[in-house]
Each structure stands twice: as structure tokens, then as C-alpha cells.
């Protein structure tokens, strides 16, 4: 087996998956949080009504 293929095997698509997550999160922080808040007081506001 190759060095490359055993590399290839070590890696964790799952992990990469989350890691990839995370960064775009960390980008986009600002606005996932807004957002946030903007569901939460709709759900708040419809749960009122």
C-alpha cells in the first residue's frame, strides 16, 4: 500500500465535515446570531399572539 493510500485512509470525512463548519461559523458569526434572535422573537411574539 502506498503512502498516499494510507494517508487517504486515516483521514476522517466526519471530522473534516465539522472542521469545515466550524470555520464557516466562526466567519459568519455576526449574522447567525442576528438571525438567531430575529426566529427566537418571531417564535416569542407567534407563541403570544
Same mark, same amino acid.
Given at each position: 500500500m502506498r503512502r498516499a493510500e494510507r494517508h487517504h485512509l486515516k483521514e476522517n470525512p466526519l471530522a473534516q465535515f465539522i472542521a469545515g463548519w466550524r470555520n464557516? &461559523? $466562526?466567519?459568519? $458569526? $455576526? @449574522? #447567525?446570531? *442576528? *438571525? @438567531? #434572535?430575529? #426566529? #427566537?422573537? =418571531? +417564535? &416569542? =411574539? +407567534?407563541a403570544g399572539y
Open positions: 464557516t &461559523l $466562526r466567519e459568519w $458569526r $455576526r @449574522a #447567525v446570531s *442576528i *438571525i @438567531a #434572535v430575529v #426566529v #427566537v422573537s =418571531g +417564535l &416569542l =411574539g +407567534l
